[in-house]
């Protein structure tokens, strides 16, 4: 499992899956991310100064700090994923996407495949949402996309972006 997975595993308050992803990117590891301070913290992308604040506390916890040993005893080790290239650009880079209906693929593995070409993922559509991608019987979020503007990919244009 990749790093970000475990830092958001933790349920460290305020820390949501941006923000591991951005803190699993930046530091690369478990370790120098328990020593950082609040400041350091704070340089991270999704990191303000109540995150950095929460991450440090919970982290000088002395019940925290043993259960993060009791999980490296037991064997686990996170992945560090490889960082993107500076200057890789595709489609997906700074797109923000909104996946609904049914897909054949389960969604969070869609969504990585999306987030690992640079691109986010959000749960509603808005002005800011550059992508729907519609699988079978889609729900509310092609109405409003449709309303709004939105591109809208069914699961074989999807699948060509991919460069499948």
Known sequence: RPLWRLIFGLGILHVGESASRALAEHFRSLKKLMEASAEELQRTPDVGEVVGRSIEQFFQEKRNRKM???LEQLG???QIEPRREQGTESPFTGSTWVLTGTLS?????IAEMIIQRGGKVSTSVSKKTNYLLAGEEPGSKLAKAQQVGVR??????????LGR
């Open 68 to 70: 993060i040993e009791s």
């Open 76 to 78: 686990v080790r996170p």
């Open 105 to 109: 693929e389960p969604r969070d593995e």
């Open 152 to 161: 809208i990919l069914d699961e074989a244009a999807f699948r060509k972006m």
